[in-house]
């Protein structure tokens, strides 16, 4: 369910990438997790009551607010860039 295809992850991964072999970097963790978490909301609009998947939605959500703050202090314009990119708010 929360889980992405291969292939959506990989485009995720070249469409966010800053070099070559980027994978794990802040910004792509970021659109990774936005992915993810787009799609447990979608879920839960259909499936009401299913609390053990809204759980893993606030864990994914708070994993996705660390990076943000990562990002605020490191590289506050590409935090920009990306929330507009991703369309999410940044406090």
Known sequence: MALIGEKEKKEIIENFKVHVSDTGS???QIALLTERINHLVEH???????HHTRR????????RRKFINYMKKK???????LAADLKIKIK
Do not use: M, Q, T, Y
Not at 44 to 50: A, P, Q, R, V
Not at 75 to 81: I, R, V
């Open 26 to 28: 802040s910004h792509v």
């Open 44 to 50: 839960l609009k259909n499936h009401k009551k299913d």
């Open 56 to 63: 893993g939605l606030l864990i994914l959500v708070g994993r």
């Open 75 to 81: 590289n506050p314009e590409l935090l920009a860039k």
